[in-house]
């Protein structure tokens, strides 16, 4: 009898540090709920700070990016790997221009 006593205080044990546990993950979870809601709180008041004088002058509002515009950029944007990765493989020149100024130029693209 007093092992299953034991076996049952120590279950109640667990189960109080994991109602601690979820506690704790519920405060936490609460505040990152609290700063998202106060960010899309801003980010709508801004679209509608922009947005207002538009209106006001009978100006459509702008288009948003079109799906998948991002993407297309980021594939058109060399990174800074890319970058360097080029300036390695191709040396600079630098080029005196008639008006006094000097440039480099990437040589061999």
């Known amino acids: 009898m007093r092992e299953l006593l034991d076996k049952i205080e120590t279950r109640q044990h667990l189960v109080r540090e994991t109602i601690e546990q979820v506690r704790d993950q ?3 979870l609460t505040g990152q709920l609290t700063a998202a809601e106060r960010t899309l709180n801003r980010l709508e008041t801004t679209r509608e700070t922009i947005l207002e004088p538009a209106a006001e002058d009978g100006t459509p509002p702008p288009e948003p990016l079109p799906a998948g515009y991002r993407e297309i950029l980021a594939h058109q944007t060399p990174t800074q790997a890319e970058i360097r990765r080029t300036l390695a493989e191709h040396p600079l020149r630098r ?3 008639p008006d006094g100024s000097v440039r480099s130029h990437i ?3």
């Open 26 to 28: 519920i405060t936490a």
């Open 95 to 97: 080029v005196a221009f």
């Open 107 to 109: 040589v061999g693209l």
